[in-house]
T-cell receptor, first 111, second 117 residues
Framework: DAGVIQSPRHEVTEMGQEVTLRCKPISGHNSLFWYRQTMMRGLELLIYFNNNVPIDDSGMPEDRFSAKMPNASFSTLKIQPSEPRDSAVYFC?????????FGPGTRLLVL | AQSVAQPEDQVNVAEGNPLTVKCTYSVSGNPYLFWYVQYPNRGLQFLLKYITGDNLVKGSYGFEAEFNKSQTSFHLKKPSALVSDSALYFCAVRDGLGGAGSYQLTFGKGTKLSVIP
């Protein structure tokens, strides 16, 4: 099994640009989670899906952030417009039940 | 509401010595407890979990953790530390009362473990 796949691994963009992060969960996992990690705030849950349906998006910082899961094998996290304070590592994780399995992350730098 | 506390930002231990990384939790129902490890520039890797049963849980790479209900703790331990164990360790909890749509974990701030040769 390839594990959770995230792309791109690194993204550098300028303030105001749209950023799209992608995630392919492990096949058969029915829950998917998006996290953000920064030195100041640690690991924060942004949103999670169960069976492709968003269950809790209370961690999404503001309307500039949106996430979709059009099918069981793909999810996106979009930031539009991006700001320098969005610079962080964004992780996707999937789960078949109790245990979450994390992807390698996308390191985002907004200049 | 559920919460996790990792009281130590950093733990230093000499190679070959036993190590302990502390974690305490708070949940309404029965806790589901997890430890993850993060190496530099990598994602979090699952180490072990406690759901029910024996209070001493064994996991990957020789790590184990002891669930103590009275002290609401789930400390991570290893009998003999290796330099390669140096990493960031996260404790996480979820409330076992949650239904099928409630797999949300709450993570601690993380503890940086440094094993000194």
């Amino acid at each position: 099994d390839a594990g959770v796949i995230q792309s791109p691994r690194h993204e550098v963009t300028e303030m105001g640009q749209e950023v799209t992060l992608r995630c392919k969960p492990i096949s058969g996992h029915n829950s998917l989670f998006w996290y953000r990690q920064t030195m100041m705030r640690g690991l924060e849950l942004l949103i999670y899906f169960n069976n492709n349906v968003p269950i809790d998006d209370s961690g999404m910082p503001e309307d500039r952030f949106s996430a979709k899961m059009p099918n069981a094998s793909f999810s996106t996290l979009k930031i539009q417009p991006s700001e320098p304070r969005d610079s962080a590592v964004y992780f996707c994780a999937s789960s078949p039940g109790e245990t979450q399995y994390f992807g390698p992350g996308t390191r985002l730098l907004v200049l | 509401a559920q919460s996790v506390a990792q009281p130590e930002d950093q733990v230093n231990v000499a190679e070959g010595n036993p190590l302990t990384v502390k974690c305490t939790y708070s949940v309404s129902g029965n806790p589901y407890l997890f430890w993850y490890v993060q190496y530099p520039n990598r994602g979090l890797q699952f180490l072990l979990k406690y759901i029910t049963g024996d209070n001493l849980v064994k996991g990957s790479y020789g790590f184990e953790a002891e669930f103590n209900k009275s002290q609401t703790s789930f400390h991570l331990k290893k009998p003999s530390a290796l330099v390669s164990d140096s990493a960031l360790y996260f404790c996480a909890v979820r409330d076992g009362l949650g239904g099928a749509g409630s797999y949300q974990l709450t993570f601690g701030k993380g503890t940086k473990l440094s094993v000194i040769p």
